[in-house]
């Protein structure tokens, strides 16, 4: 069963930036889709970015050429550099995965079962 554990969060001034991290265990290989959601209270959870199975990345359009993720598959670490944050990326981030979806569907997943698994969340908050 693939376990996920987040870190990085933290408080960050407008214009800074945070490195969020996921540690992946209990998968034992490379064929995996993995990437960020956040979520604000009382609205859905959205789609950040990932990187898919076949190494293929996407991002939302709302992140596109701030954030960036990466993978380091020595360390079954995933990552996401977020530059230039704005108060309105104040979220908790979630590190999920899945076995089967490709990019464009893991994006736009609505409903948590949807994946394969999840991490608990790692709260950023940027302020103005």
């Known amino acids: 069963q693939v376990q996920l554990v987040e870190s990085g969060g933290g408080s960050v001034q407008a214009g800074g930036s945070l490195r969020l991290s996921c540690v992946v265990s209990?998968?034992?290989?490379?064929?995996?889709?993995m990437g960020w959601f956040r979520q604000v209270l009382g609205k859905e959870r959205e789609g950040v970015a990932v990187?898919?199975?076949?190494?293929?990345?996407e991002y939302a359009d709302s992140v596109k050429g701030r954030f960036t993720i990466s993978k380091d598959s020595a360390k079954n670490t995933l990552y996401l550099q977020m530059n230039s944050l704005k108060p309105e990326d104040t979220a908790r981030y979630f590190c999920?995965?899945?076995?089967?979806?490709?990019?464009?569907?893991?994006?736009?997943?609505?409903?948590?079962?949807?994946?394969?698994?999840w991490g608990q969340g790692t709260l950023v908050t940027v302020s103005s």
């Open positions: 999920a995965a899945d076995l089967s979806l490709t990019s464009w569907y893991f994006l736009r997943v609505t409903k948590m079962n949807s994946l394969d698994a």
């Open positions: 990187i898919d199975r076949d190494d293929k990345i």
């Open positions: 209990g998968y034992i290989g490379s064929r995996l889709s």
